[in-house]
């Protein structure tokens, strides 16, 4: 697998489904979640950057396209790479996808912006962080 894409392997649990028994759609937030985490946390530059509190990454949009259903004991692999850089932003793309037979389960486009966190406001991508993020996009 080509190393700019992190991989989490979840598996479904009864507490995730719905009333129908299929994974609850607010569910997919905290499975997506859970795979930028991972991401950021396998990158040492951007984890670095980010550590030192005076900037961080915010989402500001957030789409997602269900496809399938998950059950529970289903084991679901959640890929995600950085697929675009922009001045202001940038966008994650993220697939959920079933182990045993690989079919996309739902994918999302995550847009975020670089936040100054003291001035509370975007600011440009530039720079140093500019550099490490574009060692890291996989259109």
């Not at 992190?6 to 995730?16: C, E, P, Q």
């Not at 932003?89 to 037979?101: G, L, N, P, S, T």
């Amino acid at each position: 697998m080509d190393p700019r894409i992190s991989r989490v392997t979840l598996r479904v649990r009864g507490y995730h489904l719905d009333g129908y028994g299929h994974v609850n759609n607010a569910r997919y937030l905290e499975f997506l979640e859970e795979g930028r985490w991972a991401y950021f946390d396998e990158r040492p530059g951007l984890a670095a950057f980010l550590a030192r509190g005076d900037r961080a990454f915010v989402a500001v949009n957030l789409n997602i396209d269900y496809r399938r259903a998950a059950v529970a004991g289903d084991d679901l692999e959640v890929l995600t790479r950085l697929s675009e850089i922009g001045s202001r932003r940038a966008c994650i793309h993220q697939e959920v996808r079933r182990v045993c037979d690989t079919k996309l389960v739902a994918r999302a486009d995550i847009t975020f912006v670089l936040l100054d966190v003291a001035a509370e406001r975007a600011v440009a991508i530039d720079g140093e962080i500019r550099e490490i993020m574009a060692r890291l996009v996989l259109p």
